[in-house]
């Protein structure tokens, strides 16, 4: 890959070498994943940049979705890159119903800090539980479906249907007499 002469490299020419192979062999590559500041590189495809709440998804330079969370957003793009439709669309579902729960759970709060009547502050400790309740049970689905994605990733879907092509014994079976 690189000359054997590397001691005749001046720092210009060896930055410029290191740049040029971490610009094929790293933002190219289709299983990379880099972090900058304020985004996120995925498969040489995806580009995930934060916003004030947001975390927007570029898939090659076209905006295609955004999300609560960057795990949210690589989770979905992994479920892009191995073409699973019903996965991406959980995965944005789940993230708008989760963040529509915490902007009412923020809300109740405000409103039993802000409540003076007895009947009132029961009313809203009740409907504070039950959006609790409703956004831990959609955390837990949102959850399951980061995991989806992370065993696609991890074992890939190509190799979960090649291990099922695998050769039989060539063994022949005899017919009974």
């Not at 073409?83 to 902007?103: F, Q, Y």
């Not at 695998?166 to 009974?176: A, D, E, F, H, V």
Request: include cysteine; charge should be positive; hydrophobic fraction near 40%.
């Amino acid at each position: 890959m690189a000359s054997s002469n590397l001691r005749g490299l001046t720092a210009p020419k060896a930055a410029l070498l290191l740049e040029k192979i971490a610009s094929t062999h790293l933002f190219n590559n289709p299983n990379s994943i880099l972090q900058s500041d304020d985004s996120i590189q995925a498969f040489g495809v995806y580009s995930i940049n934060k916003n004030t709440n947001q975390f927007k998804i570029y898939k090659n330079r076209v905006q295609v979705a955004e999300t609560a969370s960057a795990k949210n957003a690589l989770a979905w793009c992994i479920a892009d890159k191995y073409n699973i439709p019903s996965l991406k669309t959980k995965i944005l579902h789940l993230d708008a119903m989760l963040a529509n729960k915490n902007a009412d759970i923020a809300f109740l709060k405000h409103a039993l800090n802000t409540a003076t009547e007895f009947s009132r502050i029961t009313v809203l400790e009740d409907k504070l539980q039950d959006t609790l309740y409703k956004a831990k049970h959609t955390k837990n689905l949102l959850d399951k479906c980061i995991n989806s994605a992370k065993y696609y990733q991890l074992k890939g879907f190509e190799n979960e249907t090649s291990r099922l092509g695998l050769k039989t014994s060539s063994r022949k079976i005899s017919k009974g007499i």
